[in-house]
């Protein structure tokens, strides 16, 4: 996490408000890209790792990567979600991360943790080193030098990762095979992935709406405002897997809703501090931190929408663990449906502060939807 601080602090200072948010709109673009790719080559990849050996799978995975990562930069551009300028990096960059994420999933299946969790460390490092590189000894301090130290990271860590890898793509499984790894693969992903893309497009939409409506610049100060968002959800996606653990195992409902009343308590008491922090800030200190004015005000608008977001993790990973996912991705979808409608009416007239009040409507509209199904699916089983 501080790693990754110390990117987007030098990114703030060297690029500037337009070159934030020309490189945040890369960075959706590539985003895009994994998050189609996801659907086979992401965590059903752990599933499937059970029951048939990766040499069973491994054609399809690259196969549908270069798939996603084809359609998904090409459609990107073509919606007006990414610059068209950037189809061609968010496509190679995203095939990358694709591969990158797949690899990733087969150490976690293999049971090397202690490597999964070196590989996200080292392209971290990597990712910042190289942007030292290029910025100061190669001068190349713009939106397509970041694009140029992404590339970099990504290649080194894939091929770290087939290091890590060497000895297991012809590992036997654990189970009886249960039938085509193709078939489950596709099921399986489908059912955890869909949530995650329409989460992720919610999540990332006001850059490309500020980029078509106001234009870069809105978008650069936006991205610095969302990482502050981000940061103050560290707590709830910390844990939210515990909740999906833990749920998934209880013997009973009450004491499933017990397990996740008390996550939830706790991560309401760690996050509010955090949120009345980002709030009480005054605009000097963002200013001074980031190179760049305007952080204050979106971030005090998102308040709302901040304690919402961590509320919405934790139930979305009770509701997984019984095995409710399709509400997930139902109540992302409606939350989209919220931000672009109201950021396309606000954003003219109120630009980063209207995407901020737009993404704490969403947000709170996909909390309340979380909380009632969460409630409901209690009623109906007592």
């Known amino acids: 996490m501080f790693i990754t601080l110390a990117t987007v602090l030098i990114n703030s200072h060297m690029l500037g408000k337009e070159g934030l ?25 752990v599933y499937v790792r059970r029951s048939h050996s990766p040499k069973d799978f491994i054609a399809l995975a690259y196969g549908w990567c270069l798939f996603s990562a084809i359609l998904a930069s ?88 087939i290091v890590f890898l060497r000895g297991t793509w012809s590992d036997k ?27 992720l497009i919610t999540n990332r939409s006001n850059l490309s709406l500020l980029e078509n409506i106001i234009g870069s610049a809105g978008a650069g100060v936006y991205s610095v405002v969302y990482y502050g968002v981000e940061a103050v959800w ?35 008491i760690l ?29 005090r608008l998102l308040a709302p929408g901040m304690i919402a977001g961590a509320v919405a993790s934790i139930i979305a990973h009770h509701l997984s663990g019984i095995g409710l996912h399709r509400w997930n991705a139902i109540t992302s979808g409606i939350a989209m449906i919220v931000l672009l409608s109201s950021g396309w009416y606000l954003i003219p007239t109120m630009e980063v502060c209207g995407a901020a009040i737009a993404a704490s409507c969403a947000y709170s509209v996909q909390a309340l939807a979380l909380v009632g199904v969460w409630s409901k699916s209690n009623l109906k089983v007592n």
């Open 234 to 268: 560290t707590i709830a996606r910390a844990l939210a897997p515990m909740v999906n653990s833990e749920v998934a195992k209880a013997t009973s409902s009450t004491d499933a809703m017990n397990i996740t009343s008390g996550y939830l308590k706790q991560t309401l």
């Open 271 to 299: 996050t509010i501090p955090l949120v009345l922090a980002a709030c009480l800030t005054p605009e000097w200190i963002y200013a001074w931190i980031f190179g760049i004015d305007g952080i204050a005000m979106p971030l």
């Open 74 to 161: 090409y459609l990107g551009t073509k919606i007006g979600a990414i610059p068209s300028k950037w189809m061609f990096d968010a496509a190679i960059l995203g095939l990358l991360q694709s591969i990158f994420v797949f690899h990733a999933q087969l150490l976690i299946a293999s049971g090397k943790i202690k490597e999964h969790n070196i590989i996200f460390l080292a392209q971290a490092a990597l990712i910042f080193c190289s942007v030292v590189f290029i910025y100061f000894i190669k001068g190349n301090s713009t939106p397509e030098g970041f694009a140029s130290a992404l590339s970099i990271a990504f290649a080194a860590t894939v091929l770290l990762t």
């Open 21 to 45: 948010g020309s490189v945040s709109l890369l960075q959706f673009g590539l985003l895009l890209v994994t998050g189609m790719a996801g659907f086979v080559a992401a965590g059903a990849v």
């Open 173 to 199: 499984p654990t189970l009886k095979p249960g039938g085509s790894a193709t078939k489950i693969l596709f099921k399986s992903g489908a059912q955890g992935q869909t949530g995650s893309l329409v989460q």
